[in-house]
């Protein structure tokens, strides 16, 4: 079963725009993942968020944990076409060492 | 250095055949788990091994199997193919484990199951 849901499903905006995408977990976790997929190819990792973090950046990309509500948010700011793509958060449970992957937001950039 | 590569990239099969997909990790890691990705369920967990053992496991029945090397380099076998194993399988690898910290994912193999 899916630890994680994201919100929305799907999100479509224009370049230059602000893309905001939440991710709900169900347990105590390790850590929190969040992973690119383009067009059913293999993901790539963007940024993990350890659970004594409250906020990480990595260029556009900024992502917020929140563990009381157990929750955490991507936000990619001046989003480009090229970010079009699905966006996965993943969550470590405590006390597991497995990953287990949300349902992903669909992302779409116009021109 | 080079990525994970996961061979073959696409495979048609047909139900009750098996299928060997192999995974060769980013040199040094040790660790490497096994995905299932299909439009129904989304990304599952499949296993994980780390120096030749299988740490973990996900909810799968027993036609799904694999194995690792001591080189690293991982196998998963799914026998008796069924149409729902039809999907993108997908490994990663790292040097510790897929709980510590950032996953590196191959390619994907293909699957069609007809």
């Known amino acids: 079963s899916q630890q994680g849901e994201e919100d929305p499903q799907a999100l479509s905006i224009q370049e230059g725009e602000n893309a905001t995408m939440n991710c709900s977990y169900k347990?105590?976790?390790?850590?929190l993942q969040w992973y690119r997929q383009n067009s059913g190819r293999g993901l790539v990792h963007l940024i993990l968020?350890?659970?004594?973090?409250r906020e990480k950046h990595s260029g556009r990309l900024r992502v917020t944990l929140d563990t009381s509500k157990k929750s955490s948010s991507l936000l990619i700011t001046a989003s480009r076409a090229a970010d079009t793509a699905s966006y996965f958060c993943a969550t470590a449970p405590y006390n597991t060492d497995k990953l287990i992957f949300g349902t992903g937001t669909r992302l779409q950039v116009f021109p | 250095k080079a990525g994970v590569t996961q061979t073959p990239r696409y495979l048609i099969k047909t139900r009750g055949q098996q299928v060997t997909l192999s995974c060769s990790p980013i040199?040094?890691?040790?660790?490497v788990s096994w995905y299932q990705q299909t439009p129904g369920q989304g990304l599952q967990f499949l296993f994980e091994y780390f120096s030749e053992t299988q740490r973990n496991k996900g909810n799968f029945p027993g036609r799904f199997s694999g194995r690792q090397f001591s080189n690293s380099r991982s196998e998963m076998n799914v026998s008796t193919l069924e149409l729902g194993d039809s999907a993108l399988y997908l490994c990663?690898?790292?040097?510790?484990?897929?709980?510590?910290?950032?996953?590196?994912f191959g390619p994907g193999t293909r699957l069609l199951v007809l």
């Open positions: 040199s040094g890691h040790r660790s």
């Open positions: 968020i350890r659970s004594n973090e």
């Open positions: 990663a690898s790292s040097f510790g484990g897929p709980a510590e910290e950032t996953q590196y």
């Open positions: 347990t105590s976790i390790n850590n």
